[in-house]
Structures are given as C-alpha cells and as structure tokens.
C-alpha cells in the first residue's frame, strides 16, 4: 500500500504565507511526477504545480511568481511554499504522486489538507 500524507494548511490572512508538504510512504521503488492540485467549494479540481523527478517544474498561470514547489527523492516529500495568498486561493489542496511498487505503476492522491485566505 501507499499513502500520501499532506500537512501544512491552515488559516493565513491574505497576502500571508504557507508551506505544504506531502510525504509517501510504503512499499516504494521509486516516487516519479508529483503534484499539487486544489478544489474550491463548488469548482472542478484543478493543477497548481507539479515536479518531475528529474526537477523540471510547472505551474498554472494564477500562481506563478507566487507558489514553488520543490521536493526530495530520497524522502519521497514534496512540498508547495506559497507566499502573498489571495482570498480566491482558498481551497483544500491535493497531493498527487506517480509510484512504482514490486507490483506495478499507479498514481495516488493524498486525503487533502484545507487551506482558507481570509481577514
């Protein structure tokens, strides 16, 4: 089995910071793309940030300049900074994982952690 355990919401005054972390654990080989998404009430989910093994980084456009994502193969973590949040971040963000197991490829999703911009 794996899991993905994020951490690192909470609640933060517009123009505030956060850093999320994402940790995977269980029987890994090998942890490959991973990601951050994010889902506000009554709103598709959608891409914020990912990051190849290799470093090679993406990001949606509304969070450029403002969010990095940065990660650790050897711990399997990866985290989101995001600095000068907005109201309209506020969402419950997703970590998303590609791993390899003896028995195969798959991607996960991490159970969410909530993150509110608000006065």
């Known amino acids: 089995q794996v899991q993905l355990v994020e951490s690192g919401g909470g609640l933060v005054q517009p123009g505030g910071s956060l850093r999320l972390s994402c940790a995977a654990s269980?029987?890994?080989?090998?942890?490959?793309?991973m990601g951050w998404y994010r889902q506000a009430p009554g709103k598709q989910r959608e891409l914020v940030a990912g990051i190849t093994r290799g470093g090679v980084t993406n990001y949606a456009d509304f969070v450029k300049g403002r969010f990095t994502i940065s990660r650790d193969n050897a711990k399997n973590t990866v985290w989101l900074q995001m600095i000068s949040l907005k109201p309209e971040d506020t969402a419950v963000y997703y970590c998303?994982?590609?791993?390899?197991?003896?028995?195969?490829?798959?991607?996960?999703w991490g159970q969410g952690t909530q993150v509110t911009v608000s006065s």
């Open positions: 269980g029987n890994i080989l090998r942890v490959g793309a």
């Open positions: 998303n994982a590609d791993v390899v197991r003896a028995a195969g490829a798959d991607n996960y």
